[in-house]
Nanobody
Framework: QVQLVESGGGLVHPGGSLRLSCTVS????????MDWYRQAPGKQRELVAR???????NYLDSVKGRFTISRDNAKNTVFLQMNSLEPEDTAVYYC??????????????WGQGTQVTVSA
């Protein structure tokens, strides 16, 4: 069974920083990509950042230059460093990974979400 545990959310003032972490555990054969999504109230969930097994990355345009995604392959952990936070970044942030567990086909797995609130 695969589990994702997220941490690092909270309340921060505009211009501040937060670092989110997500650790994947279980019977993992291979992790192909690790992502951060977010969903604000009344809005659709959107992909914020993605990192592939070769460390290539993709970012949502509105976070480029402010957010950095990284991963520690040895610990099956993905990070999202968020700088220069804006009120528009307020949302529940979800970790997602596309991986293959032993004796299973490749599939997506989701974390429980962590709240990020940017407010004065």
């Amino acid at each position: 069974q695969v589990q994702l545990v997220e941490s690092g959310g909270g309340l921060v003032h505009p211009g501040g920083s937060l670092r989110l972490s997500c650790t994947v555990s279980g019977s993992i054969r291979e992790i192909y990509s690790m992502d951060w999504y977010r969903q604000a109230p009344g809005k659709q969930r959107e992909l914020v950042a993605r990192i592939f097994s070769d460390s290539k990355t993709n970012y949502l345009d509105s976070v480029k230059g402010r957010f950095t995604i990284s991963r520690d392959n040895a610990k099956n952990t993905v990070f999202l460093q968020m700088n220069s936070l804006e009120p528009e970044d307020t949302a529940v942030y979800y970790c997602d990974t596309f991986l293959q567990a032993w004796d299973h086909s490749p599939a997506n797995y989701w974390g429980q979400g962590t709240q990020v609130t940017v407010s004065a």
